[in-house]
């Protein structure tokens, strides 16, 4: 469900739809791994990135509800969950939704 609502505040917002986000992250000194001095250049970099983020996401919803794809959902919410972290500096945000998805995960895949 936070996933859901953290891709749906993502989606309200221009700069996601435009691929925009990452610079404006950068920009607003958000990311501790990207500067603007990087991107500055780079706006297929800064397209990729943002819609990236976004696919990952919708992926991650999408996959985790069907039974036999719920592990590639996982990953891609894995994926995302690093995004956050690392792209957005929200670590901790980050921790908890991947501590989460480690709820989906099948009861053969737990100690």
């Not at 435009?18 to 958000?30: M, N, S």
């Not at 500067?35 to 996401?57: C, G, W």
Request: hydrophobic share 60%; proline share 4%.
């Amino acid at each position: 469900m936070l996933f859901a609502i953290g891709l749906l505040s993502q989606l309200a917002s221009f700069q996601w739809w435009r691929g925009e986000a990452i610079w404006w992250l950068a920009a607003a000194g958000r990311s501790n791994l990207l500067s603007t001095e990087q991107l500055v250049d780079r706006p297929l970099l800064v397209n990729a990135l943002t819609h990236a983020v976004v696919m990952a996401e919708i992926l991650a919803l999408w996959l985790v509800l069907v039974p036999s794809t719920r592990i590639l959902g996982i990953v891609f919410g894995l994926l995302s969950c690093a995004a956050l972290a690392f792209l957005g500096d929200q670590f901790i945000y980050a921790l908890f939704l991947a501590s989460l998805l480690l709820a989906y995960l099948p009861d053969t895949w737990r100690p």
